[in-house]
T-cell receptor
Framework: GAVVSQHPSWVICKSGTSVKIECRSL??????MFWYRQFPKQSLMLMAT?????????EQGVEKDKFLINHASLTLSTLTVTSAHPEDSSFYIC??????????FGPGTRLLVL | AQSVTQPDIHITVSEGASLELRCNYS??????LFWYVQSPGQGLQLLLK??????LVQGIKGFEAEFKRSQSSFNLRKPSVHWSDAAEYFC????????????FGKGTKLSVKP
């Protein structure tokens, strides 16, 4: 139980394009989903928290117009990196929880912007 | 500020030897405590968690952790390490009940030598 998937696992795109990453809770309904960014050899940095049907709450320093988050259903959240640039290259990880204290993490998406 | 400290950046142990990974958290009432493991290029897998009750918690893969309030610690242990345990280990804390966000330590990389 408590499986979270992400798609795609790898994406390479040109600078200036937009990239959408999906996060799905496969066997539970996620009232809250989280998006993290992880730089090489570093810990996870929380980008934003989203609750189903409402606007995401962004952490300080995260541009909400750059990183668009949609949590349209209890099993799906999407992160769209708009007008991506090389500095956006990173490992993006989502997590989900169902009203409990435990977050379950997806396998991550590696983004490379050329 | 609330924080989590993992003092050891990198630890190397011999296969079959015992392991202890340290984690300290800043003072906070009733923190929820977690240990996650991350293999290279992968997401995070929950090893174990502590919310309340017995301060010695058992997790998956033979890991255990002990909550010591007097030391603000939640150290992870395993009596006999296997080569497949080589990975990055993250301690994480939620403050303020179930509505709080996960705060991660910087991680400890575990290497296992034959």
């Amino acid at each position: 139980g408590a499986v979270v998937s992400q798609h795609p696992s790898w994406v390479i795109c040109k600078s200036g394009t937009s990239v959408k990453i999906e996060c799905r809770s496969l066997d539970f309904q996620a009232t809250t989903m989280f998006w993290y960014r992880q730089f090489p050899k570093q810990s996870l940095m929380l980008m934003a928290t989203s609750n189903e049907g409402s606007k995401a709450t962004y952490e300080q320093g995260v541009e909400k117009d750059k990183f668009l988050i949609n949590h349209a259903s209890l099993t799906l959240s999407t992160l769209t990196v708009t007008s991506a640039h090389p500095e956006d290259s990173s490992f993006y990880i989502c997590s989900a929880k169902q009203g409990s204290e435990t977050q379950y993490f997806g396998p991550g998406t590696r983004l490379l912007v050329l | 500020a609330q924080s989590v400290t993992q003092p050891d950046i990198h630890i190397t142990v011999s296969e079959g030897a015992s392991l202890e990974l340290r984690c300290n958290y800043s003072y906070g009432a009733t923190p929820y405590l977690f240990w996650y493991v991350q293999s290279p290029g992968q997401g995070l897998q929950l090893l174990l968690k502590y919310f309340s009750g017995d301060t010695l918690v058992q997790g998956i893969k033979g890991f255990e952790a002990e909550f010591k309030r007097s030391q603000s610690s939640f150290n992870l242990r395993k009596p006999s390490v296997h080569w497949s345990d080589a990975a990055e280990y993250f301690c994480a804390v939620v403050y303020g009940g179930s509505q709080g966000n996960l705060i991660f330590g910087k991680g400890t990389k575990l290497s296992v030598k034959p």
